[in-house]
């Protein structure tokens, strides 16, 4: 499949450890967040979002921060497994359903 | 996502030749979104759509245009295609009323313009 991950930053990360992939947005005003998951060959997935009224929100092994303070956004996925080796992206809403996406972070689990 | 689905899935043209991406969806989605993706600058918006009359350029859409014929296809179309055109090509869809700004995306068009 294509390789989306090619000039991306890497995290490399052991079977069964807790991953953090991070990410800075741009625009102060944005109110809402999303994080992809891209594997190779496939187009993006969703995987869980945030309101700017929130900081924390938890999905299944997933939990995502929001620091509005210094515009960080960050996803936290516990016990990583082998099929979580992606690109994983996070966009930020600027307004009438139109998305600005990161420039992405390749996951790769080590069995 | 098998309900937003891409045409042709991989392409290899010459350039100066027009080439026709085509998207579907059986979302029922009324919004939908052409997206390209180069190795390292993430996803960028090439055209917008709302509904079936409304048409809207995106960060990057010199050198494309866009067609949407139904609510349910939206295809997107290299006049004369370049090299620099070279890239993964990505329809999306989502729903006015549904999660906001969530959107779901094909599965991809590998472009390569020689």
């Known amino acids: 499949g294509e390789s989306v991950g090619l000039h991306l930053p890497t995290l490399s990360v052991q079977e069964g450890d807790n991953s953090i992939i991070n990410c800075a947005y741009s625009n102060s005003a944005s109110d809402y967040f999303i994080w992809y998951k891209q594997e190779s060959g496939k187009g993006p997935q969703f995987i869980i979002d945030?309101?700017?009224?929130?900081d924390k929100r938890q999905g299944q092994r997933v939990t995502v921060l929001l620091n509005k303070t210094v515009k960080h956004l960050s996803l936290q996925i516990a016990a990583t497994q082998p099929g979580d080796s992606a690109v994983y992206f996070c966009?930020?809403?600027?307004?009438?359903?139109?998305?600005?996406f990161g420039k992405g972070n390749q996951v790769v689990v080590i069995p | 996502d098998a309900d937003v689905t891409q045409t042709p899935r991989n392409r290899i043209t010459k350039t100066g030749k027009r080439i026709m991406l085509e998207c579907s969806q059986t979302k029922g989605h009324d919004r939908m979104y052409w997206y390209r993706q180069d190795p390292g600058l993430g996803l960028r918006l090439i055209y917008y759509s709302f509904d079936v009359k409304d048409i809207n350029k995106g960060e990057i859409s010199d050198g494309y245009s866009v067609s949407r014929q139904a609510q349910a296809k939206f295809s997107l179309s290299l006049e004369s295609a370049i090299p620099n055109q070279t890239a993964l090509y990505f329809c999306a869809t989502s729903a006015h009323s549904g999660r906001i700004d969530e959107q779901f995306f094909g599965p991809g068009t590998r472009l390569t313009v020689l």
């Open positions: 966009a930020e809403s600027y307004g009438n359903n139109r998305l600005a």
């Open positions: 945030i309101r700017s009224n929130m």
